[in-house]
């Protein structure tokens, strides 16, 4: 009476295991690059949310964009209140168009003075965007 598996049906199941594994592994790492780049582009639209309600408290604020992708809120002063960094969890931010940074200023009524602005979030082959408009309404790309 012979008891147990033979080498060519564990072999077989190891084989089926490993192609499995390697699909979740890939699936799960495009995952959370969608959630990383959603974050960073949650957290930047909550910086401007905030941006317009500082504005409406203190008479005016800005949100100036750097060319590092760092989101920095701005309300008088020589010193941001906020800072925002995709960086740090890994996205990529891009100003679409040819500037390398940009300014978003907001006046006492929370209205923005400026040409609406687009910014795109990377990360790996996940991507998004958030449209500030010129009166600082906000819509999200895919």
Same mark, same amino acid.
């Given at each position: 009476?012979?008891?147990?598996?033979?080498?060519?049906?564990?072999?077989?199941?190891? !084989?089926?295991l490993?192609?499995?594994? %390697?699909?979740?592994?890939?699936?799960?790492r495009?995952?959370?690059?969608?959630?990383?780049?959603a974050?960073?582009?949650?957290?930047a639209?909550?910086?401007?949310?905030h941006?317009?309600?500082?504005?409406?408290l203190?008479?005016?604020?800005?949100?100036?964009? %750097?060319?590092?992708?760092?989101?920095?809120?701005?309300? %008088?002063?020589?010193?941001?209140?906020?800072?925002?960094?995709?960086?740090r969890? %890994?996205?990529?931010?891009?100003?679409?168009?040819?500037?390398?940074?940009?300014?978003v200023?907001?006046?006492?009524?929370?209205?923005?003075r400026?040409?609406?602005?687009?910014?795109?979030?990377?990360?790996?082959?996940a991507?998004?965007s958030l449209?500030i408009?010129?009166?600082?309404? !906000?819509?999200r790309?895919?």
């Open positions: 009476m012979n008891r147990g598996h033979t080498l060519l049906e564990l072999a077989l199941v190891l !084989l089926i490993s192609l499995v594994g %390697g699909m979740g592994v890939g699936l799960s495009h995952s959370s690059d969608r959630l990383a780049v974050q960073a582009r949650e957290e639209a909550a910086l401007f949310h941006a317009r309600a500082e504005a409406r203190r008479g005016g604020a800005r949100v100036e964009v %750097g060319s590092d992708g760092r989101l920095a809120l701005w309300v %008088g002063g020589d010193e941001a209140i906020e800072v925002v960094d995709p960086s969890v %890994g996205v990529r931010v891009e100003i679409e168009g040819s500037r390398e940074e940009a300014s200023v907001f006046g006492p009524m929370g209205i923005g400026a040409a609406s602005l687009t910014l795109r979030f990377e990360r790996g082959r991507e998004s449209v408009s010129s009166y600082g309404r !906000l819509r790309g895919p």
